[in-house]
């Protein structure tokens, strides 16, 4: 027989490998296929490790790790909901927060309460490792939206106004990375890549 703690987080951690079929918007640098929502969670996790020392106030790396290794979990079932798309983003938060109590639910009953609460205090924003964690959420798509010579962007028509309010937040997390990203929304509009 199989111990029940065990079996109840194999479950959950088989669950998780669904989360790399979850296809984003944004495609990889060099724009040859889609990144999916694993790949992001990997990619922004490293980032938060390199970029640490560019938060605006301390942060435990350790705890902006978690936050970010689980904050789009809820792909599973809630899907990845495009920032500029207006109507998807109206029921985006019922979904998200259906898909938390399922996927959050498989596991014994204390870590379902500490990943959901990571989980919140990320879409809060209230810690400074949340905070952190959402500027590099912001960051990396934009990034590569750059990079792809407007990518999403461009394909979607996104205005130059509409990027800028969707970035603003990483000002929160970290002046020095809100710096780099208008200086190139600047250059992208200056280019083409979003529409001014």
Do not use: C
Request: charged content about 30%; overall charge negative; proline content about 2%.
């Amino acid at each position: 027989m199989h111990d029940e703690r065990l079996t109840a987080q194999l479950t959950f951690l088989i669950e998780l490998d669904r989360l790399k079929r979850i296809l984003r918007r944004t495609s990889l640098v060099g724009g040859d296929r889609r990144e999916n929502s694993a790949e992001h969670s990997w990619h922004l996790a490293v980032m938060a490790m390199v970029l640490a020392e560019h938060a605006n106030e301390t942060i435990n790396v350790l705890h902006t790790l978690k936050l970010l290794l689980v904050h789009d979990i809820v792909e599973i079932d809630a899907g990845d909901t495009f920032a500029y798309d207006v109507e998807a983003n109206l029921d985006k938060e019922e979904r998200e927060r259906a898909a938390a109590d399922r996927i959050f639910g498989l596991l014994p009953d204390d870590q379902r309460d500490e990943l959901r609460a990571l989980w919140e205090e990320f879409d809060a924003r209230q810690t400074p490792e949340a905070r952190f964690a959402n500027a590099l959420d912001r960051l990396m798509p934009s990034l590569q939206n750059y990079q792809n010579g407007g990518g999403t962007w461009r394909a979607a028509g996104v205005t130059q106004a509409a990027v800028y309010h969707r970035l603003h937040p990483i000002e929160e997390g970290s002046h020095a990375l809100w710096s780099y990203v208008e200086a190139m929304l600047v250059d992208a509009a200056a280019r083409g890549l979003i529409r001014a």
